[in-house]
């Protein structure tokens, strides 16, 4: 169950080049992206409505697309404009288009009502946006074997970085001890970890680093629900100085980061991430160091969530029991079961 009436993540602005396409499925529904004349952003069901061949083997037109199979013509809204040998289009031959917005270096999908979303507009991301004080390089992964809320319940409990992160971005188990605070608003969570790390900055982050020595660190991240997005300010500092309480030292480290989910299926996900520096003079090293570790470490976690949903698919019923770093997720889940709920209701009204 996904829910519909939020907007996705459907790719970073750079992965569509202008006259380029890009097909993706996104909530069991094939979609192809495109770019028109003036860089717009256009979303169609990568179907042909006259005999189903995918409109991403089809070729741009100026603003439109042409099926190449039998050659439909069909404009950026998803209007059929052209049947070749045929004056007058028979009727249902217009392809459902999606609403797309392109912000903050992302482009935005959504797949529910179309009425709906012009109520409000995809969440703002400083870190992604913000070319004069945040630099990075974005990521993705794709799961093609694991549902979102399996890689949701790994976000939302970094209990593990310890473990599956041991030689990447926590080192020792300093980060797996700490136990999360964690605040509840109306459609996420709010968590915070703070901790003293004997081991100091983890080896993934190493090369960035102006210290030596045991480190002060820090998580401090929101997990919206909607739209599956995990918004964090994260860093290292010299241990001892304060940094837990906001005295933060000119050499420690700092990110900003955004994660985001895009269900492909149920048990696919796409994965969109980015982990941002502000050291200005070393900008390019930096993002090419950050991207890597990053890269590396999620797919540690990738490695293990598939392996989990492998055995969930053979025993969905698997027990769970709890322990205490089990909170934040339970919530996370919680929230998103009322949401679905909520939504699922409307639409049985409607
Ligand atoms: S299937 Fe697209 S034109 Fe026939
Ligand atoms: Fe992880």
Redesign the pocket.
Known sequence: MFLRNVWYVAAWAQDLPSEGMLARKFLNERVILYRDTKGAVHALRDQ?P????PLSVGRREGDSIR?M????LFDGAGKCIEVPGVERIPPNLDVQAFPVREQDNIIWIWMGDPALSLKEGPVRLEATSSPDKWFYEPGYLHYNQASYQLIMDNLLDFSHLGFVHENTISGGTASSEVRAQIERFETGVKISRKYYDPLGVPPAFKPLAKFTGPADRWQIYDWRVPGNLLIMESGNARAGVGALEGNIPEDAIRFSSVQALTPETETSTHYFFMQAHDDAERKEEFNDILVRGVKTAFLEDRAMIEAQQRVLIEEPDAPMNAIPADAALNQGRWILKRLLEAENKVSAVA
């Open positions: 042909c006259h005999r189903a061949a099926c199979y039998h050659g439909l």
